[in-house]
């Protein structure tokens, strides 16, 4: 039996009101988990503290420039960014890249094209950090593409954050993460409360088997092979 898919979540910035719905709806519609945001404020407010999967972000927005969003992203994490926009000269593609997209998509767009440059970018994510697309750990089986997990041939339902935690484990699988690592990975802050950390530990542990997932007091924990 496959393992149950858990959507990616998906933050979009964008100031038009109807494109934004629309592309919620669409968005939800194919199976992703979409987090609406229409300035730059609230766009780097839901991304600390949604830790989204990819950004999907338009260059004019009322309260600063998308390039400057770009800019922040990049100095906290590596999360794919899709630039969506109206603006279509070289030069304005190519600062946007340079500042660290991952993609450039133009209005007006076809939303197949659309979620396909999506897709692609959540499948370079994972492969940029050097995980296969499929990890097993003795009867448990993540598939990062699909962000699904089963467990001797049984899907599991994981909350987004614990397959964000088990995809850090999987990812260093054999080896310890340390505790600030994994609060910065998946809440984007290492200084962030440690007892969320353990809360959701203990409900992974659970969900494997206590002896899947070890822990080294005072340094971190470790997904066994």
């Given at each position: 039996m496959s393992p149950a898919a858990d959507?990616?979540?998906v933050l979009v910035v964008e100031d038009d009101p109807s494109l934004n719905t629309a592309?919620?709806?669409?968005?939800?519609?194919?199976?992703?988990?979409?987090v609406a945001a229409t300035t730059a404020a609230e766009g780097m407010r839901w991304f600390t503290h949604y830790s989204p999967d990819l950004v999907l972000l338009d260059l004019g927005l009322p309260d600063r420039d998308g390039l400057s969003v770009i800019r922040d992203i990049r100095q906290?994490?590596?999360?794919?960014?899709?630039?969506?926009?109206?603006?279509?000269?070289?030069a304005i593609k190519v600062e946007a890249l340079d500042l660290g997209a991952?993609?450039?998509?133009?209005?007006?767009?076809?939303?197949?094209?659309?979620?396909?440059?999506?897709?692609?970018?959540?499948?370079?994510?994972?492969?940029?950090?050097?995980?296969e697309p499929v990890v097993r750990a003795g009867d448990v089986v993540i598939d990062f593409g699909r962000r699904a997990v089963a467990r001797d041939g049984a899907p599991l339902k994981l909350s987004p954050k614990e397959f964000d935690l088990l995809s850090e484990l999987a990812i260093n699988l054999g080896r310890t993460v340390r505790h600030k690592d994994l609060l910065r990975a998946v809440w984007g802050d290492e200084r962030?409360?440690?007892?969320?950390?353990?809360?959701?530990?203990?409900?992974?542990?659970?969900k494997l088997g206590a002896t899947r997932i070890s822990s080294e007091s005072g340094v971190g924990y470790r997904l066994e092979g």
């Open positions: 959507p990616a979540t592309l919620t709806t669409t968005l939800r519609l194919a199976g992703f988990r979409p906290r994490a590596a999360t794919p960014i899709v630039v969506l926009s109206a603006r279509n000269g070289e991952d993609d450039y998509v133009q209005k007006p767009f076809g939303v197949e094209e659309l979620l396909a440059r999506l897709r692609a970018g959540l499948r370079h994510a994972v492969q940029a950090r050097g995980a962030a409360e440690i007892q969320y950390l353990r809360v959701y530990m203990g409900q992974l542990r659970h």
